[in-house]
């Protein structure tokens, strides 16, 4: 039953009272972000949803526009901003509508599907989502090969309430504390190569 109609309900509610909840801490930081880069104030990209369709993910920004790599082009508030999570928070816009869940493997870019075996492809069968099982893991900290085997593993079973919901403390404590963030080295994480997957 939750795997049919309760997880999408949940995703719905869920978002919808975080939106409201959440209106003011949305608003300070999207004032912060124009105070410090100006507009847009939102990222928007393409990337993969439920079946490999694209769908616009929406992140405050963190990097600097122009030339140069994450590291280069990141500002004190965006390393803050990804440290805590508080840049993913306008997803929820995409969890209501019903482009995303509270719970499920991150969307990727959509020029990584032609990349994935056919065990990682089994990560598109579901939502994408705020929090997911590779977050729990260890967020950013966790290489390509074991996150993309953690996605295909949650997506390959029926969702579980309270499997979700220990997802979300988990990666709510994972995100207070700031860790794995970054994978080791980088400031953000490496783009995921089909000959590099670790």
């Avoid at 030339?67 to 995409?94: F, H, I, W, Y």
Wanted: proline content about 7%; hydrophobic content about 50%.
């Amino acid at each position: 039953m939750y795997a049919r109609f309760g997880k999408r309900a949940l995703d719905a509610a869920g978002a919808a009272a975080l939106l409201v909840l959440l209106a003011p801490v949305l608003l300070g930081l999207a004032g912060a972000v124009f105070v410090g880069l100006g507009a847009p104030v939102l990222f928007r990209q393409n990337r993969a949803g439920q079946g490999g369709v694209p769908f616009t993910v929406l992140k405050f920004r963190t990097l600097r526009a122009g030339a140069g790599d994450d590291a280069a082009r990141m500002t004190r508030l965006g390393s803050v901003l990804r440290a805590l999570a508080l840049d993913e928070l306008p997803q929820l816009v995409n969890v209501l509508r019903g482009q995303m869940s509270l719970v499920g493997p991150r969307p990727l870019p959509m020029g990584y599907v032609a990349l994935y075996t056919p065990r990682q492809a089994l990560r598109l069968r579901v939502r994408p989502g705020l929090a997911g099982l590779a977050q729990a893991a260890g967020r950013n900290a966790v290489g390509w090969e074991k996150r993309l085997e953690l996605d295909a593993r949650y997506a390959g079973v029926p969702p579980r309430f309270a499997q979700d919901l220990g997802l979300l403390l988990r990666c709510a404590a994972l995100a207070v504390t700031g860790r794995g963030a970054a994978a080791p080295g980088h400031a953000t994480m490496p783009a995921f190569r089909a000959d590099n997957r670790s």
